[in-house]
């Protein structure tokens, strides 16, 4: 595995998280990119950033960053949409730049496509 840590993720995304609150993000990320992109020959050093800017990615899909805000009686509108994948994010769209052979982005846009469908 790579060397993302709670300390890298919290230098990208500006967070209240503790260590603690932050790890499992960090996990999921430090998971997807062992499976995904343990065979594409990155270096250890591309990895640790791919694995801090994507736990960033799922620590702002949980706790959404304001996209705009008008003062006055205030309006907020965050970003972010489910359907976008890695692309939800200003920190997926860096993971995709990170990973140069697509392989995240391929999975986050395969995922986002699912759809559930109910028979009854």
């Known amino acids: 595995m790579a060397g993302g840590t709670e300390t890298g ?3 990208i995304i500006d967070t209240t998280l ?5 790890r ?11 499976n995904a992109l343990a065979d594409e020959g990155y270096s250890v050093a591309l990895l640790t950033q791919i694995e801090n800017w994507l736990a960033a990615h799922f620590i702002a899909a949980r706790d959404p960053r304001i ?3 008008t003062t006055g009686k205030g ?3 965050y970003e972010g949409r489910y359907d976008l994948g890695l692309q939800s994010t ?3 769209q860096r993971v995709m730049l990170l990973d140069h052979h697509g392989k995240l982005a391929e999975v986050s846009q395969a995922r986002a496509r699912a759809k559930m469908k109910v028979v009854g």
């Not at 503790?18 to 932050?22: G, S």
């Not at 993000?25 to 997807?32: R, T």
């Open 24 to 34: 499992p993000f960090l996990n999921a990320a430090k998971e997807v990119v062992a």
């Open 75 to 77: 309006s907020w509108k």
């Open 90 to 92: 200003s920190y997926g």
């Open 9 to 11: 993720v919290k230098a």
């Open 18 to 22: 503790t260590n603690d609150k932050v």
């Open 67 to 69: 996209a705009s805000e």
